[in-house]
Nanobody, 120 residues
């Protein structure tokens, strides 16, 4: 089973930035579109951003458009989420996963996620 390891979360003030990283297997990155999801306390997990295997097609949730950027580095088997202009409502556990870009659903087992906390 594919293993996904997220890192880079932390505590940041409103307006700050963080870059999350997701280490995935070569097989996973070659076979799947990849994305980021998040789950805030008491809420369902939601899609944040996704990119096709080629990187040519990228999608964002409306709530993060213009502030978050998804990217990948195949040499490092890593998918990134650059988060700028962070808001308290961005506070959540962030997960990466393979994603179906049609319905924005996850396709593999979840990793442990990384906590992002934005203070007001």
């Amino acid at each position: 089973q594919a293993q996904l390891v997220e890192s880079g979360g932390g505590l940041v003030q409103t307006g700050g930035s963080l870059r999350l990283s997701c280490l995935a297997s070569v097989r996973t990155l070659r076979n799947y579109a990849m994305g980021w999801f998040r789950q805030a306390p008491g809420k369902e997990r939601e899609f944040v951003a996704g990119m096709s295997r080629s990187g040519a097609n990228i999608y964002y949730a409306d709530s993060v458009k213009g502030r978050f950027t998804i990217s990948s580095d195949s040499a490092k088997n890593t998918v990134y989420l650059q988060m700028n202009s962070l808001k308290p409502e961005d506070t959540a556990v962030y997960f990466c996963n393979a994603v179906d870009l049609v319905d924005r659903s996850s396709r593999l087992d979840w990793g442990q996620g990384t906590q992002v906390t934005v203070s007001s």
